[in-house]
Nanobody, 118 residues
Framework: QEQLVESGGGLVQPGGSLRLSCAASGLIFSFYVMGWYRQAPGKQRELVAT???????NYVDSVKGRFTITRDNAKKMVYLQMNSLKPDDTAVYYC????????????WGQGTQVTVSS
């Protein structure tokens, strides 16, 4: 059964750092683009960053230069290193696995809360 499990969220002060991890199981990891998304209270879920199996990376403008997405295909893991955190980064962060193929199934994790506050 396909499963994504996030970890690493928590409470951090502005300017601080966190590293999120997402462990995948039950899927052929190298077939999937992996992404981090976030949803703040009262807002729609938004894309944060994606990384293909070959290492092609995209970031939303608001996190460029502060966040870094990486993946380890052998361990079936994807990471999001978040530096210089701001209160606006407060959200539930979700891991997603998807294939850029029409009609393919995508998978979501359960989410991990990140709160940036002093």
């Amino acid at each position: 059964q396909e499963q994504l499990v996030e970890s690493g969220g928590g409470l951090v002060q502005p300017g601080g750092s966190l590293r999120l991890s997402c462990a995948a199981s039950g899927l052929i990891f190298s077939f999937y683009v992996m992404g981090w998304y976030r949803q703040a209270p009262g807002k729609q879920r938004e894309l944060v960053a994606t990384i293909s199996s070959e290492g092609t990376i995209n970031y939303v403008d608001s996190v460029k230069g502060r966040f870094t997405i990486t993946r380890d295909n052998a361990k079936k893991m994807v990471y999001l290193q978040m530096n210089s955190l701001k209160p606006d980064d407060t959200a539930v962060y979700y891991c997603k696995a998807f294939r850029p193929v029409l009609g393919s199934t995508s998978y979501w994790g359960q989410g991990t809360q990140v709160t940036v506050s002093s």
